[in-house]
């Protein structure tokens, strides 16, 4: 097998290497109107006819790094991400305007109580990228940077009133468009709850400006351990050298990384794909973690791929991938329903305590449980029982209605 390698995004030349290397550049000079994407890009007329409508659109922007990774093929798989096209104003199959029902769940404002043990805590609205396929549109993209005093001091309130919240999970928007000491102020506060065990940090920074991941960041979060970021590689011409360096940075100061991809028609619907982008993720020790079912946010119909097609995909790639390698398969159940996991069936009979199942290569066996009278509760479950009762009865005030 040939060595991985992870190619340099250079800059064009019109732009200084120092100005390239810089993130507050980048975000600065992001792209933002048909000028801007004009000026890197040969506009289709599909394209321009979306540019035109203009605010009946989610909000448009990449950072020039971004753009610069994009070949000018209408297909392109990143142009598919990146680039507006007429089809997000079409009818779609399902259209929703928040498709995990997140409003609902919302407790106070910025925070998102749906499981009994986490919260989504959005603390900016900003994105270095608006992806077409974003599932929080309803959120995303309106420039409120920061959070409000009061937003901050009641989503701190919230988590600290309930014990049983023991992983906070900031998201947005993305975290990483704040500045250090932004983010410092509200991971020094979640450490002061002594119930807050995890802090998960979801960013899209490493795939669209590496640049921001530098040592100050890394040893911020290192301090605040234990954080675990979520990265949003989605394909595998994302991963190149500056990313790369990104992650190592993250993994060589003992901060996990998973990464959570969404399949994309046009973009990463083949196996081939996949195992490209997660055998070179986990080459560089980012977990492929999840393989989202795309949801059916406002105007993502030509982007999403059928159940049929995610668990064809998903059933090729189990037998040639590894358990490390091989991401989750989930769709998120419209309307808050929460996660369901989409596993290729295996199973082909079932009688009494026998299974039988068809391995991925066709192998047949049987699986026989036993008697169901030999199952005995271990002797300390007693130990742990105050512990999950606790998180248990920590659910969201809205589940259950
Ligand atoms: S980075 Fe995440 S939150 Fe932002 S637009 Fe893309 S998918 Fe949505």
């Not at 390239?20 to 792209?31: G, I, M, R, Y």
């Not at 540019?51 to 142009?79: K, V």
């Not at 919260?119 to 309803?138: E, G, I």
């Not at 605040?224 to 595998?236: A, E, G, L, R």
Request: a neutral charge; one cysteine or more.
């Amino acid at each position: 097998m040939a060595r991985l390698i992870f190619r340099k995004n250079s800059p064009p030349s019109s732009i200084s290497p120092e100005n390239w290397a810089s993130w507050h550049w980048q975000l600065q000079n992001s792209l933002r109107s048909q000028i801007d994407f004009g000026r890197h890009f040969e506009l289709s007329e599909n394209e321009k006819s979306a540019f035109a409508q203009g605010g009946e659109l989610f909000n448009i922007r990449t950072t020039p790094y971004y753009a610069n990774l994009c070949g000018q093929a209408l297909e392109d798989p990143i142009r598919r991400i990146l680039m507006p096209r007429r089809e997000e104003l079409s009818p779609g199959a399902q259209q929703m305007h928040d498709p995990l029902g997140e409003k609902v769940n919302s407790p106070v404002p910025r925070i998102i109580h749906r499981y009994s043990d986490r919260v989504l805590f959005l603390v900016t609205d900003v994105c270095s990228v608006y992806c077409r396929y974003c599932t929080r549109k309803y959120f995303t993209g309106q420039d409120q940077a920061f959070l409000t005093e009061t937003e901050f001091k009641t989503a701190i309130e919230y988590i600290k009133s309930r014990p049983g919240i023991r992983e906070v999970i900031l998201s947005g928007g993305d975290p990483l468009t704040l500045n250090n000491n932004r983010l410092e102020q509200i991971l020094f506060a979640l450490r002061q709850i002594e119930h807050v065990e995890i802090i998960r940090l979801g960013t899209r920074m490493p795939v669209v400006c590496p640049q921001r991941i530098d040592g100050s960041l890394v040893r911020l979060l290192q301090k605040m351990k234990p954080v675990y970021v979520m990265t949003h590689f989605n394909h595998p011409r994302e991963i190149t050298e500056e990313a790369a360096t990104a992650l190592e940075l993250f993994v060589d100061h003992g901060i996990p990384v998973l990464n959570q991809m969404v399949l994309l028609n046009g973009v990463n619907n083949h196996p081939a794909i996949v195992q490209a982008l997660s055998r070179r993720l986990l080459f560089l020790r980012a977990k492929p973690y999840y393989m989202f079912q795309c949801d059916p946010s406002l105007g993502t119909d030509h982007l999403r791929t059928s159940v049929e097609e995610s668990l064809k995909i998903q059933r090729e790639l189990w037998g040639h991938l590894s358990g490390l390698a091989l991401p989750q398969l989930s769709l998120d159940i419209p309307q808050g329903g929460g996660k369901t996991s989409l596993v290729p069936d295996f199973q082909i009979a079932h009688n009494g305590q026998t299974r039988t199942y068809r391995g991925w290569d066709g192998v047949e066996a049987d699986y026989v449980s036993p008697a169901p009278e030999l199952s005995i509760l271990p002797m300390d479950v007693e130990d742990y029982e105050e512990e999950w009762n606790q998180l248990r009865s920590a659910r969201s005030p809205n589940l259950g209605q």
